[in-house]
């Protein structure tokens, strides 16, 4: 079985050994196409694959009618807002994702983002610092728990909300993460 990695901005070094590693260990073949710039050489890649793995590359019509051999599309990340499901399950592709994949890396960008903007841009004028201030944080989920964990570090005052999730759930965490 070809396994082919098709992403335009790359996963990180360690990933892409661990992804050869297991894919070889079971006797599979993995071919790389990072970085590309064209669908074109998307399309031509894809052409032996049984399996695709990819971020947030677009895996439409076209990328399946090219890729005759194709059993599963691995999206790297939540969601499958990239992969045509309808023309993937139309040719019997499997399509997957990798919820929370990426979630403490989006936490932290944002804890970081918070930083950048109290810290006034880092403009060279004075700011302050997120000891002490109300976080709300709307969806409790992958990210929003690893952001309440960090926010905690922080010194902040952190509260949740999710529809699907227990308000005693969300409170416990909390509360456990604050060291109540």
Wanted: hydrophobic residues 45%.
């Amino acid at each position: 079985m070809k396994v082919l990695i098709a992403t335009d901005k790359p996963f990180a070094a360690p990933a892409v050994q661990g992804i050869r590693d297991t894919v070889e260990a079971a006797g599979l073949e993995l071919k790389l196409l990072e970085k590309y710039t064209e669908k074109a050489q998307l399309l031509e890649a894809v052409g032996e694959a049984e399996a695709l793995i990819v971020r947030s590359d677009t895996v439409d019509g076209e990328v399946l009618a090219a890729a005759k051999r194709l059993k599963i599309v691995v999206r790297a990340g939540a969601g499958y807002d990239n992969v045509d499901l309808e023309a993937a399950t139309a040719r019997n592709v499997c399509v997957m994702n990798t919820p929370g994949q990426n979630a403490n890396a989006v936490a932290e960008l944002a804890l970081g983002l918070m930083v950048y903007g109290v810290r006034n841009f880092f403009s060279g004028t004075s700011g302050t610092e997120l000891k002490g201030k109300k976080l709300g944080i709307h969806a409790y989920g992958n990210v929003g728990r690893h952001v309440a964990r960090i926010a905690g570090g922080f010194g902040m005052d952190v509260h949740a909300f999710d529809a699907f999730c227990p308000a005693e759930a969300i409170g416990k965490d909390v509360a456990k993460l604050l060291g109540e």
